[in-house]
């Protein structure tokens, strides 16, 4: 599979974005999902994730309940809603996919994942 993310850019302390990644080929609903960032000068973190179905999501402590992970199997879509961000948000955000059976419990680590998107760019403006 081959995963495009789009819709970062710069955004002021408090506001939101919503980032995209599509993914191409086939077997899309074979994957669970994740989100990971990467700030200048650090490791790659993971976000958040989401199983196959959808029906099981996790976040990391440092966004939840301020960031919602979604996707459309149909439109082969994984969807990243940010609000309330804060400077410490901004670095490139990668979707990834992790091919797992139903039952697989979410991966938050980058060696779990198989495929990658190239990563877009937020930034949060104090």
């Known amino acids: 599979v081959q995963l495009q993310a789009s819709g970062g850019g710069l955004v002021q302390a408090g506001g939101s974005l919503a980032l995209s990644c599509a993914a191409s080929?086939?077997?899309?609903?074979?994957?669970?999902m994740g989100w990971f960032r990467q700030a200048p000068g650090k490791e790659r973190e993971y976000v958040a994730a989401i199983s196959r179905s959808g029906s099981r999501i996790n976040y990391s402590a440092s966004v939840k309940g301020r960031f919602t992970i979604s996707r459309d199997n149909g439109k082969k879509m994984v969807y990243l809603a940010m609000n309330n961000l804060k400077p410490e948000d901004s670095a490139v955000y990668y979707c990834a996919a992790d091919w797992a059976i139903l039952s697989a419990p979410l991966a938050d680590t980058e060696s779990q994942y198989d495929y990658w998107g190239q990563g877009t760019l937020v930034t949060v403006s104090s």
């Open positions: 080929g086939r077997s899309f609903d074979r994957y669970h």
